[in-house]
């Protein structure tokens, strides 16, 4: 592997791990996670559902997602280095073992999830460009379904209106009221600019997935 990529996926998992330690070694409890997702349901379990802030974008699938990876991203908003207050306000009620049960009820729940191919459709040469420039397969794996940690999401499939929101956060970790702090991806994503990172986002959405949006039945 380039050393450079190397160096990557190095400071990415030691970044990762940083956040929500404890809970990520707690073993969560998909039934008592369940019933504590009622707070969830409202954006995650509607399929196509829309967040507002801080533009209008469909919210990620979580059923199927790296349970590791929701315990970071949760922590990650509780501690503030994700900047939503939605969010922040959900994860700054729930303890270590409330994320950890959260984490294994989505990275469960609608099972058996779709097994993505080993190779992601083609992209055309621009983007091929800039998917190789930002060394996402070398962090996010195998049809970016396949992180090399679990603390990692899996990109394939989800939403791209989503992806580049999230994209565009980490060029703003300073903000106020949004952004994401996470020196890796700010890096990455700083070599490009916003056009770039809506193609590299429409690319990884039409991109098989392992993950999907179960509907709570009283939104079927």
């Known amino acids: 592997m380039n050393p450079l990529l190397t160096s990557v996926a190095a400071l990415s998992v030691a970044f990762a791990t940083s956040f929500s330690a404890q809970a990520q070694e707690l073993s969560g409890n998909a039934a008592a996670g369940g019933k504590k997702a009622e707070m969830c349901i409202g954006c995650h379990g509607i399929p196509g ?64 999830f779709p097994v993505a191919p080993a190779q992601p459709r083609a992209a055309d040469a621009k983007v091929a460009e800039l998917i190789t420039k930002g060394a996402c397969a070398s962090c996010h794996g195998e049809n970016f379904s396949k992180p090399i940690d679990p603390s990692y999401p899996k990109i394939a499939g989800q939403p791209a209106d989503y992806l580049y929101v999230a994209l565009k956060s980490y060029k703003n970790d300073t903000h106020a009221t949004w952004g994401r702090e996470n020196p890796v991806m700010g890096g990455i994503v700083g070599q490009f600019s916003l056009p770039e990172l809506k193609a590299i986002s429409n690319y990884l959405s039409k991109v098989s997935t392992e993950l999907k949006t179960v509907p709570e039945s009283r939104f079927r």
């Not at 801080?54 to 509780?78: D, S």
Request: aromatic content about 10%; proline content about 6%; cysteine-free.
């Open 49 to 112: 559902y829309k967040a507002t802030f801080p533009e209008v974008y469909r919210v990620p699938m979580l059923n199927g997602q790296n349970a590791k990876y929701i315990v970071t991203a949760l922590g990650e908003y509780k501690k503030g280095a994700r900047r939503n207050p939605t969010m922040r306000g959900i994860a700054a009620s729930l303890t270590d073992q409330d994320m950890a049960d959260l984490a294994a009820f989505y990275a469960d729940h609608g099972a058996p």
